[in-house]
């Protein structure tokens, strides 16, 4: 059996050499810190190997574990009341009075995301000696240690197996007997642990109240309220053994043994953002159990091969070559420092963007429970910014790479979260704004919370009263739909959410001074201005970020509308409000105008560019069709310069790309690979860049920048935003030569490219919705039409070959 095991993971990696350095993340010693730790997961369950010989801690999350219950959406009825007086303010040009009046306009903060526990492995075995590996195969979703103590040679294999819902190491010692070990569960949860029934049984319940960590020590942080929290429990089982098992206290051991497999079966008693998960929750002991007793039912090579064979479904559907790899076998810090000292490394650059994919598939694949500011790992009771979802930028970018890297399906999570945001987004547009639809301010939680945060009117309205989330939100509803052309989805799921957004959305616009349309209050997330007579504030009336997301989803509703048949007086609706929007003005400097009127920043270097949105996630502006804005864009940025944090500087990639300079591009993709190391670099603030377990160091430890790295790799190859399909619109010199295959386009393209010393040699397109399609490469262009499935390939003049 457990040669068989081997042998089939063997065959894999020989599978992979064949192209060139295998996708695996590798070291020569466990992990020191958790952002050097091997991250693993089935969209639910998470798990992160250390990978100590003698004294193994896996630190163990649930996608569904959070503080919290559901919210009370109506948490302050009568907030809009104090509407007519912010507007008097701004209209007085008070901002000050704005600014203070507005904190009248706050709710609770958001819940944090928990952790479950960890799992601990006493080894009965002496100190390791000799030659030490730790490695996560992408391809596989297979992490593995192999060390060698005394006279034998230690093995451990690790995966969490979505279509067996079963996370798994299996054990190895080559000499008889050798392997022994002790198995116990902790947690910083309140929890309980028995394993006398040779079955290790964890329970143990989530808080009800977390406070966000950035406000510091306080009391009553952590709050619990027996039978009201989320549930949680924990199986493990060790199966498949040659060993003796036995069970005492909370602890299992094995003795004797060549091999053995822990099967461990996780379930919370989260039952929907909306049901109390105590009273209300789930049968978690009855789930976790099925699920345990199901997996048993196989024996390891199968769990693998089937775990194996979910993942690479997704995984495999795109492949990259951006060059050789200069330095095969050398370990992945070692790799990630060489590079951030300016050596090139094309192979670590096709690595990173691939680990995006991968944590995009193992942390996103439950409804209603997207991937959050840490993915799904994470070790903190009060962990950075509560883990949380945040919809000023990081919810958003964690799916930047959903639809172009060819993941749709792990777009789900978000798209279905979304729609229970529009639920208590309706009570939040009601009683907070005044206006019908529905609306989400900058965070979230799996309680789906909508209301803006400051608990009552100590938030900084800088980022506390920002409305606009739902409406950032509601553009991924339309851009599945571009990319999938689905008209079910768009019909049914994806237009009453745009059509209540839009509600908001054309309730909130007042009109403005010049006779415009304006938010008011506005601001323009986390930055502030300086007034011509030094007062600093963020409070004012239509930021161009606001302008830009209504207009990105007026555009999306008029586009949308003669396919669903909607309503004509409601599509004028929205047409007129878009033409009174206000437009897009360029400042002294000849950047593109963050206020209404041309201020400073009193930061002009913030790591925040919500202005330019329409560049990217957006699509209003771009060197073509809007040159001078376009170039207004790129001076904004380069006042900004390029130093700032993990995910501003992923987002900068983006929109270098969509002013195609894949030179700069590709700049800002070298900082965001800068080496952090997380013993000295657990600093909150700027200088992002790249742990050594590949995770992005905002710091701390954040993902989008993982996410909005990998969309910035495919934004330099395709575009697809304007109407049309762009080909390597932003390559790099430093990628001469290379090929991709698998990115998709809006329209429903499958895209594959091949170019050699800088330029085009071969496209092949792949239509999964019948259409007629317009590809552009330099000054050439082509046009065609496919049914679905139909395939075309194009040569370098983009002529069929
Ligand atoms: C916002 C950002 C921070 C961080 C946090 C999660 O507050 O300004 O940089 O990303 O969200």
């Known amino acids: ?414 798209l279905s979260f979304i729609e229970n945001l529009a639920v208590t987004g309706r009570v939040t547009a009601e009683t907070f704004w005044g206006t019908r639809g529905w609306s989400v301010a900058h965070n979230s939680d799996i309680w789906a919370m909508s209301n803006p945060v400051g608990d009552f009117g100590k938030g900084d309205p800088a980022w506390a009263n920002w409305p606009m989330g739902g409406i950032w939100l509601a553009t991924h509803l339309w851009e599945h739909w571009q990319f999938s052309r689905d008209e079910t989805f768009l019909r049914e799921r994806a237009w009453p959410l745009l059509v209540g957004a839009a509600e908001f959305a054309l309730d909130w616009l007042v009109e403005g001074p010049d006779g415009w349309l304006i938010t008011s209050p506005a601001t323009s997330p986390e930055n502030t201005f300086r007034t011509p007579d030094g007062f600093v504030g963020a409070t004012t009336i239509a930021t161009t970020g606001d302008m830009a997301m209504i207009r990105e989803l007026f555009t999306a509703i008029l586009d949308g509308g003669p396919v669903v048949g909607a309503d004509e007086a409601f599509l004028q609706r929205v047409r007129d409000a878009r033409d009174r929007l206000v437009p897009y003005r360029v400042g002294r400097q000849g950047n593109l105008q963050e206020w209404y009127h041309d201020w400073e920043d009193s930061d002009p270097k913030h790591r925040h560019q919500t202005h330019l949105f329409g560049v990217y996630p957006g699509s209003q502006i771009d060197p073509h069709r809007t040159p001078e804005l376009a170039a207004a864009a790129r001076t904004t940025l380069e006042i900004k310069g390029d130093e700032s944090t993990g995910w501003s500087k992923a987002w900068r990639i983006n929109l270098w790309a969509r002013l195609l300079d894949g030179n700069r591009a590709h700049k800002l993709f070298r900082e965001l690979l800068s080496y952090v190391d997380p013993v000295t670099g657990l600093s909150y603030g700027e200088g992002g860049g790249t742990y050594p377990n590949l995770f992005d160091a905002h710091p701390p430890f954040q993902i989008d920048g993982n996410f909005g790295g990998t969309a910035g790799v495919a934004e330099m190859l395709v575009q697809s935003h304007a109407g049309g399909i762009a080909l390597l619109p932003a390559l790099p010199d430093a990628w001469p030569t290379g090929s991709v295959r698998g990115l998709r386009a809006r329209g429903g393209l499958t895209i594959d490219l091949a170019w050699e010393r800088g330029a085009l040699t071969s496209a092949t397109f792949t239509a999964s919705a019948a259409g007629d399609f317009r590809v552009a490469y330099r000054d050439r262009g082509a046009s065609f039409s496919l049914g679905s499935g139909q395939s075309a390939t194009l040569d370098e003049n983009l002529e069929p070959r």
């Open 1 to 414: 059996m457990t040669r068989m095991f081997l042998v089939a993971l063997a065959a894999l990696a020989v599978t992979a050499r064949a192209q060139t350095s295998p996708l695996e993340l590798r070291y020569d010693r466990p992990a020191r810190a958790f952002e050097e730790t091997l991250p693993l997961g089935n969209g639910r369950v998470g798990a992160t190997v250390y990978g100590n010989p003698r004294r193994e801690v896996i630190h163990l999350n649930d996608a569904t574990l959070w503080t919290g219950r559901p919210v009370n959406a109506r948490m302050n009825p009568e907030a809009h009341r104090h509407l007519p007086a912010v507007r008097a303010a701004l209209a007085a040009d008070d901002w000050a009075l704005a600014e203070q009046l507005v904190r009248n306009l706050q709710g609770s903060f958001s819940q944090s995301y928990a952790p479950l526990g960890d799992l601990v492995l006493e080894m009965m075995h002496g100190e390791a000696a000799g030659t030490y590996e730790r490695r996560l195969d992408l391809a596989t979703a297979t992490a593995a240690v192999r060390y060698a103590a005394g006279a034998s040679s230690y093995e451990r294999t690790y995966f969490v197996s979505n279509p067996d819902r079963i996370f798994a190491i299996r054990l190895t010692g080559s000499a008889p007997g050798s392997l022994g070990f002790r198995l116990g569960f902790s947690s910083p949860l309140r929890y309980a642990v028995d394993a006398s029934s040779h079955t290790l049984v964890a329970r143990g319940e989530a808080p009800v109240h977390a406070e966000p960590s950035y406000r510091g020590p306080m009391e009553r942080a952590i709050v619990y309220d027996e039978g009201k929290g989320t549930r949680f429990v924990v199986l493990a089982r060790v199966a498949d053994t040659d060993g003796h098992v036995t069970g005492t206290g909370g602890t299992i051991e094995v003795g004797g043994a060549t091999h053995a497999t822990i099967l461990v079966s996780i379930a919370t008693s989260f039952n929907g953002f909306d049901r109390e998960p105590g009273l209300d929750g789930r049968n978690e002991v009855a789930i976790a159990q099925a699920q345990l007793d199901a997996a048993a039912r196989w024996d390891t090579a199968a769990l693998h091969a089937r775990h194996v064979a979910d993942f690479r479904t997704y995984f495999d559907r795109v492949a990259i070559d951006l060059g050789p790899d200069p330095v095969p076998g050398l370990t992945t810090d070692a790799r990630l420092k060489r590079y951030s000292e300016g050596a090139s490394d094309p192979y670590l650059e096709a690595l990173y963007f691939q680990f995006g994919r991968y944590l995009l598939i193992s942390s996103s694949r439950t409804p209603g429970a997207p991937a959050n500011l840490q993915g799904i790992w994470n070790p903190h009771v009060r962990p950075p910014w509560s883990s949380n979802y945040t919809t000023n930028i990081n919810a958003e970018m964690n799916y930047w790479p959903a639809e172009v890297t060819n993941l749709a399906e792990m777009h789900e999570p978000l």
